[in-house]
């Protein structure tokens, strides 16, 4: 598709995205191999991610499960306070869980969901993320599964909203600053 001019470069292309995913299916196909597993989708970032993700696992035992949780209002700043708007439909007591994100950025989403997820008991918590953007963590947490470390630009596309736009775009992009009044 063509962008606009909100779109002030492509970051990631949806070539070298399924290129990763695809990468990254072979790493978790062979460390849960004959293990049964659930992967936990954050709505909504995560969607395309996971879709693209989920097809491609080998294993003849994988569940998913969603959670709705979100910080950003229309800003490109976290508020810092994480709201669940859905929690997941099935205890994930004794399973093997993989906590699905499309972004890692101030950390502080992830950290909420790992405290939440590891008070309930599960076998095991890892962590897929498809972008992750270090120099802003504010809360000390990391992926097991990271598909592209980014650097600190407002990214938009494949999932990633600004004010709830842009998420269908299929490239990984960078919203041009006029947009947010960066
Ligand atoms: C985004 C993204 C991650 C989180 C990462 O979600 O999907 O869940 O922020 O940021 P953090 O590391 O600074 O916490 P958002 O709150 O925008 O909700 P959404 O997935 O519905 O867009």
Redesign the pocket.
């Known amino acids: 598709m063509q962008y606009g001019k909100d779109v002030a470069k492509i970051l990631v292309t949806r070539e070298e995205i399924q290129k990763r995913i695809a990468e990254l299916a072979d790493e978790i196909n062979r460390d849960y191999k004959g293990k049964e597993y659930t992967l936990v989708v ?5 969607v395309p991610f996971f879709a693209d993700l989920f097809c491609k696992l080998t294993g003849n035992k994988v569940d998913c499960d969603f959670i ?5 209002g229309a800003t490109t700043e ?1 508020t810092g306070e ?1 709201r669940m708007s859905k929690d997941l439909s099935s205890p994930i007591k004794g399973k093997h869980i993989i906590i699905v ?12 969901l790992k405290k939440l997820f590891e008070a309930r008991e599960p076998a095991s918590v890892k962590v897929c993320s498809l972008l992750d ?1 270090p120099s ?4 000390e947490v990391e992926g097991d599964y990271v598909g592209f470390t980014i650097p600190n630009e407002f990214v938009i596309g494949y ?3 600004y004010d ?1 736009k842009y ?1 269908n775009y299929p490239d990984i992009c960078v919203l041009a600053p006029e947009v947010y009044g960066g």
């Open positions: 954050t709505l909504r970032g995560a709705a949780v979100s910080s950003y976290s994480v994100e499309d972004i890692i950025d101030t950390g502080i989403t992830l950290s909420y953007k802003r963590r504010e809360v999932g990633l909203d709830q998420r």
